[in-house]
């Protein structure tokens, strides 16, 4: 059964730094690029995070370019999200998800139950 | 940035109403549309890929659809457990972007 579980999620002050996980199972980690999604309290699903299966390419939304770095290690087949610089704005809820990929494009088939991320003073 | 609209933003139906979900791209995406459900407190589901392709598990009631840019999810027959919201997502560039999302009520 393939699982993504976060972890590494919550109160950290404005300015502060916060590095989240996803540890994947039940499928082969490196195939595939995997992705954070961000949700804000009552708000919509925002992405702000790619990386390629070999690590190799990585994608960032504007808002988190240079305060935020994706990376995964596939000998333990976990996704990080170190994120520095944190706003008050990016207080959410953050998933992680695997990228399905071929002929029909790229789709999120596989979601963590997400981690909190507070960023208040 | 490729902007996905949505609409209705909400939508009140009764157990066993047709309801149809529309989300229009900025811009010409293919069939690179994606749809999603999401309950509350829940992670997001993956319904349809491709604009019309049924996720492996979903149930038949659920479609999708692609005229140009306007892309159409409809539920042919809604059951209590499709209250939820509902969010596209173009995966035809990068930023991946979604819809604001249709928040669908029970009437």
């Known amino acids: 059964e393939v699982q993504v579980l976060e972890s590494g999620g919550g109160l950290v002050q404005p300015g502060g730094s916060l590095r989240v996980s996803c540890a994947a199972s039940?499928?082969?980690?490196?195939?595939?690029?995997m992705s954070w999604v961000r949700q804000a309290p009552g708000k919509g699903l925002e992405w702000i995070s790619g990386?390629?299966?070999?690590?190799?390419?990585?994608w960032y939304e504007d808002s988190v370019k240079g305060r935020f770095t994706i990376s995964r290690d596939n000998s333990k087949n976990t996704l990080y999200l170190q994120m520095n610089s944190l706003r008050a704005e990016d207080t959410a809820v953050y998933y992680c998800?695997?990228?399905?990929?071929?002929?029909?494009?790229?789709?999120?088939?596989?979601w963590g139950q997400g981690t909190l991320v507070t960023v208040s003073s | 940035d490729i902007q996905m609209t949505q609409s209705p933003s909400s939508l009140s139906a009764s157990v066993g109403d047709r309801v149809t979900i529309t989300c229009r791209a900025s811009?010409?995406?293919?069939?690179?549309l994606n749809w999603y459900q999401q309950k509350p407190g829940k992670a997001p589901k993956l319904l349809i890929y491709?604009?019309?392709t049924l996720q492996s598990g979903v149930p038949s009631r659920f479609s999708g659809s692609r005229s140009g840019t306007d892309f159409t999810l409809t539920i042919s027959s809604l059951q209590p457990e499709d209250f939820a919201t509902y969010s596209c997502?173009?995966?035809?560039?990068?930023?991946?972007?979604f819809g604001q999302g249709t928040k669908l009520e029970i009437k």
């Open positions: 998800a695997k990228d399905s990929y071929d002929n029909s494009g790229s789709r999120y088939d596989n």
């Open positions: 039940g499928f082969t980690f490196s195939n595939y690029a």
């Open positions: 990386i390629g299966g070999d690590g190799s390419s990585t």
């Open positions: 811009q010409s995406i293919s069939i690179y």
């Open positions: 491709a604009a019309s």
């Open positions: 997502q173009q995966s035809y560039s990068v930023p991946r972007t």
